[in-house]
């Protein structure tokens, strides 16, 4: 048996350990965890109770008449959606994701099927018959359609094992859930603003459908284009990099 002996005029190569990749940092460096959380909870505090008393008359959104289950549709919209909120606060955090890999799928499902699907059908049937006009109805149902269809494509690519684009696709449903806490932000703005305009001081009813339809777009238009630039962040910077050296 042939014996193979190393060179004595070649010097070892020299032994590294195997990099490791970086560690992740820990859950409270991360500055928007602790006030994403408190934020929605106290939204959810102040939306949930008129809804859970199953009291029409404490219902913030005015039925048409000519739609008898709005109240219901709006009540089952409303506890789902804040099913949807919680699960996806987890969703997205780092450290819980990274640390919990099993509950971060079964989570997932929740978001999926116990918030979105069940919130988003809502949300189009109260959308059809918003009693604040055509310009929020047609808000209303673009955004549910949207909310539906980019949780179902982040949902598949998971599925398909391809979780950088799973994640993409879960930011832009993450903005869109929590929209509808810059909606009513919006709200509180655009009422005051049009208040201060004559033709709206005497007209309560055109004053709310005006702001409603500002409202509406606002609320879930900016934050989705807010996740498109941080998820296009770093090819801005490049773009921004290659103009500053011609």
Do not use: K
Not at 3 to 25: E, H, L, W, Y
Not at 126 to 144: C, E, N, Q, R
């Amino acid at each position: 048996m042939t014996t193979i002996t190393p060179d004595p005029g070649t010097p070892d190569a020299p032994i590294t350990a195997p990099r490791r990749p970086p560690a992740a940092p820990r859950w409270w460096r991360r500055p928007w965890v602790a006030p994403l959380f408190v934020v929605v909870a106290a939204f959810l505090a102040f939306s949930l109770p008129p809804y859970l008393s199953l009291d029409a008359t404490q219902s913030r959104v005015p039925a048409p008449e000519w739609f008898p289950p709005h109240f219901v549709m709006l009540s089952l919209h409303v506890v789902f959606g804040s099913i949807a909120m919680v699960s996806c606060c987890l969703q997205i955090w780092p450290w819980f994701r990274n640390r919990h890999p099993a509950a971060h799928r079964r989570i997932g499902r929740v978001y999926v099927f116990a918030g979105v699907l069940p919130s988003g059908l809502m949300g189009l049937v109260i959308g059809v018959a918003t009693p604040f006009g055509p310009v929020a109805m047609a808000s209303d149902v673009l955004l549910a359609l949207l909310w539906l269809g980019y949780t179902f494509v982040g949902f598949r690519l998971a599925r398909r094992r391809r979780f950088a684009d799973h994640r993409r696709w879960m930011v832009r449903s993450f903005a869109l859930c929590m929209s509808i806490i810059t909606n009513r932000l919006w709200g509180v703005v655009t009422i005051l603003s049009l208040s201060e305009v004559p033709r709206y001081a005497g007209n309560p009813a055109w004053l709310m459908e005006t702001a409603a339809g500002m409202n509406t777009w606002l609320g879930w238009v900016l934050p989705l284009l807010a996740a498109e630039w941080w998820l296009e962040r770093d090819a801005f910077r490049r773009r921004a990099g290659r103009r500053a050296g011609v």
